[in-house]
């Protein structure tokens, strides 16, 4: 089995819609993160949390929120999904081993219609 | 100012050939560490590489090793002996501890191995 999971792997949605991205992890990390990947633009990051009751934001967190239910699950939410946040979304997780190397979900493919 | 710049958007290289895929990093922190993950066409992101910036050997792992070169700031990535699995979209990412150590990510080099 996958050690980090994401569900669902493809949703298509229509602008307005809200939803609920989520991640799943069995390595025992404490840290997660949310990133979108563009075309040509590299993997940015859009949520992280250092622990259960630690929520950051990051770079473009505008539009998006999240929640940790535990340290194994780590949402993210489209309050009102608009065409632009059409993208890849990866969940990751890391620890302090291998200098924080981050462990990346299969990602999930979003379409905002 | 962008934190990784990875300058080649495309490479060819001859299977059983080395490729190096170039990287150069700005950061003011004294620990950081350097990262290299490949994309293939399916999407996901694998780890590669990790290099810390006190390491004072280069990083290895199987055929990848990356050839850090501190007071230039680069960490090019070279593949040795390639292989067509190598094809594939390949990530440049710098973690900082200041930053709370986030990572940041480069916009990546598509490499495409030549049979």
């Known amino acids: 089995d996958a050690d980090v999971t994401q569900t669902p792997r493809n949703r298509i949605t229509k602008t307005g819609k809200r939803i609920m991205l989520e991640c799943s992890q069995t390595?025992?990390?404490?840290?997660m993160y949310w990133y979108r990947q563009d075309p040509g633009l590299g993997l940015r990051l859009i949520y992280y949390?250092?622990?259960?009751?630690?929520?950051n934001k990051g770079e473009i967190s505008d539009g998006y929120s999240v929640s940790r239910q535990a340290q194994a699950k780590f949402s993210l939410s489209l309050e009102s999904a608009i065409p632009n946040q059409t993208a890849l979304y990866f969940c990751?997780?890391?620890?302090?081993?291998?200098?924080?190397?981050?462990?990346f979900g299969p990602g999930t493919r979003l379409t905002v219609l | 100012a962008q934190k990784i710049t990875q300058t080649q958007p495309g490479m060819f290289v001859q299977e059983k050939e080395a490729v190096t895929l170039d990287c150069t990093y700005d950061t003011s922190d004294p620990s950081y560490g350097l990262f290299w993950y490949k994309q293939p066409s399916s999407g996901e992101m694998i780890f590669l590489i990790y290099?810390?910036?006190?390491?004072?050997q280069n990083a290895t792992e199987g055929r990848y090793s990356l050839n850090f070169q501190k007071a230039r700031k680069s960490a090019n990535l070279v593949i040795s002996a390639s292989q067509l699995g190598d094809s594939a979209m390949y990530f440049c990412a710098m973690r900082e501890r200041n930053t709370g150590n986030q990572f940041y990510f480069g916009t990546g080099t598509s490499l495409t191995v030549i049979p």
């Open positions: 390595k025992g990390h404490d840290r």
């Open positions: 949390s250092f622990d259960v009751k630690d929520i």
């Open positions: 990751a997780t890391s620890d302090r081993s291998g200098g924080y190397t981050q462990y």
């Open positions: 290099q810390g910036s006190y390491d004072q």
